[in-house]
């Protein structure tokens, strides 16, 4: 299975429309999605007993550097908004995985993935790096 958030968490924002979905946004250029609702609980190895690790749902992708901060989710649909030192603004529709992401079901068992979801926009133009961002309204 693909490994956790690299590095620390520094943002974290529900998608309103399923406040069972969570995007968590690291040092790295990519962004999770994690279903809490499916997500296994954590269990520990039999042999070492460290903690296992959940495997992301989806991870969102398309930045070209480090994504640090910015971050937003949308209230009137289920979009997701990143800046980063990469000077780009993307944007991802939860709706593209919404059968295996936002669909209600059971996930059991080690055999989960992460989905790989490339952002629909990419927006260029920025000459610094864009530190915050917001959908305004909703």
């Not at 480090?66 to 901060?69: E, I, N, Q, S, T």
């Given at each position: 299975p693909p490994p956790p958030n690299p590095v620390q968490v520094n943002?974290?924002?529900e998608v309103s429309q399923h406040p069972e979905v969570v995007v968590t946004h690291t040092d790295a250029p990519e962004l999770y999605v994690w279903n809490t609702a499916t997500q296994p609980n954590a269990t520990r190895d039999k042999d070492t007993k460290k903690w296992l690790p959940n495997s992301a749902d989806?991870?969102?992708v398309g930045h070209e550097k480090?994504?640090?901060?910015p971050l937003a989710t949308c209230n009137a649909a289920p979009l997701v908004a990143s800046g980063g030192t990469d000077k780009l603004l993307?944007?991802?529709d939860l709706r593209?995985?919404?059968d295996g992401l936002l669909a209600k079901h059971d996930k059991q068992g080690d055999s989960r993935s992460t989905t790989e979801l490339q952002s629909r926009q990419k927006l260029r133009g920025h000459k610094?790096?864009?530190e915050d961002l917001v959908f305004q309204p909703g």
């Open positions: 943002k974290i924002r989806v991870k969102l480090d994504a640090l901060f993307l944007l991802w593209d995985v919404e610094k790096t864009v």
